[in-house]
């Protein structure tokens, strides 16, 4: 029988985050045909279930200050080193930008597989540079990132990777609690899933979902994801929806808060594959999406929601400014939570599309990766 092959998955933690989620889906995805081993630079907060994993903590986390930070990457690479060498790694992937300058200054022991699963990782020329010229392979998760990388550095070592979702776990944690609400009797709920960071664009949302209340006066906004937004519960209230607008924080299981809305809307002006978008629609969320870079329009491809054009960036607290992107949305809601028709095909549409993006697709892809 042929031993298995070492895999290592790198990752600077495993707080609440769209790669760490990957990083442990990954591990479990791949236990059956490779000898798995997540290596964590801190194990401080972990927000995912790593039970039965091999899980390796370096203890190296954040230092303060630029000289803090590079000492820091040095401790790490030689620490990840030694560990692909003690171990005896054949495969090394990483996840997150810190984790990918670790994995190629750890040396070739192993080959290097670092993964972009984000659009802004793209934007250190430096790093991406170093990235093309000493990995074995980019995995990433949108075409648009590898074909990018193709253009701009005549890279022909990235591959497009989607990230996988388990549709049958997905559905069952959705079951297995009730979403704790603060309102009593509300109508249709929008929904968006992130951490606060403005790349997410949520006071587009917010600005449009008041303009939206002025037509369906019971509907409800909700935003799940850690942080305390309290820019947009300011903005919130001085736009008069205050009550109506629901940050839930962080939720180790947010599936059943997912599943209790009816319309997912993504307003970020930058993605690299949005996993919240398809986790959505996989619940039967009919879906609205930036066309932002990248991924909505990978994702929804003209037919399987509604594509409208990419944001501004810059972020506008002030209740007084109403923009026109921010109107055109606050039409789109309003058309979609007034159409049964429209809701119900666009139903059909995501949980049909959320199908194309199966564990068993990555895993084959994997596989066929490590053979090469």
């Not at 479990?28 to 972990?46: K, N, Q």
């Not at 549709?167 to 009730?178: G, I, N, P, V, Y």
């Amino acid at each position: 029988m042929n031993q298995k092959k070492k895999v290592m998955l790198i990752v600077p933690m495993l707080h609440q985050g769209g790669f760490e989620r990957i990083c442990v889906a990954t591990a479990r995805l791949l236990a059956p045909y490779y000898e798995v081993c997540i290596v964590l630079f801190d194990s401080h907060d972990i927000a995912y279930d790593i039970a039965g994993l091999h899980v390796i903590d370096i203890h190296l986390g954040v230092k303060e200050g630029l000289a803090g930070k590079v000492f820091r990457v040095i401790q790490r690479s030689l620490k990840v080193r030694q560990l692909k060498r003690q171990l005896q790694t054949d495969i090394a992937y990483s996840f997150g930008a810190t984790a990918n300058i670790v994995n190629v200054l750890s040396g070739k022991r192993a080959k290097i597989w670092v993964g972009l699963r984000s659009y802004m990782d793209m934007e250190d020329e430096g790093r991406i540079r170093l990235l093309v010229k000493r990995s074995d392979k980019i995995l990433c998760c949108s075409k648009g990132i590898a074909e990018e990388l193709q253009a701009k550095y005549g890279c022909d070592k990235a591959v497009t990777l989607y990230n996988p979702l388990d549709m049958a776990d997905l559905q069952a944690k959705a079951q297995a609690e009730k979403p704790q609400m603060p309102w009593k009797e509300h109508g249709p709920i929008i929904v968006s899933m992130g951490r606060e960071d403005d790349v997410k664009g949520f006071w587009h949302l917010i600005k449009a979902f008041a303009l939206v209340k002025q037509k369906i006066n019971d509907a409800r906004l909700m935003i799940i994801g850690d942080g305390e937004f309290r820019a947009y519960k300011k903005l919130a209230v001085e736009l008069g929806v205050g009550e109506d607008v629901y940050f839930t924080g962080m939720q180790r299981n947010p599936f059943p808060y997912l599943q209790s809305a009816a319309l997912y809307v993504l307003t970020s002006y930058r993605e690299g594959f949005p996993n919240a978008l398809v986790e959505a629609m996989a619940l039967g969320l009919p879906a609205i999406a930036t066309d932002c870079p990248t991924g909505p329009a990978e994702i929804l491809e003209d037919q399987y929601g509604i594509l409208i054009n990419n944001m501004s960036p810059e972020a506008n607290y002030d209740a007084g400014v109403i923009t026109e992107e921010e109107r055109n949305l606050a039409a789109q809601i309003s058309n979609m939570l007034e159409d049964a028709g429209k809701m119900a095909h666009y139903r059909e549409m995501s949980v049909r599309r959320a199908k194309d993006f199966t564990t068993e697709k990555y895993v084959e892809l994997i596989r066929q990766f490590s053979s090469v």
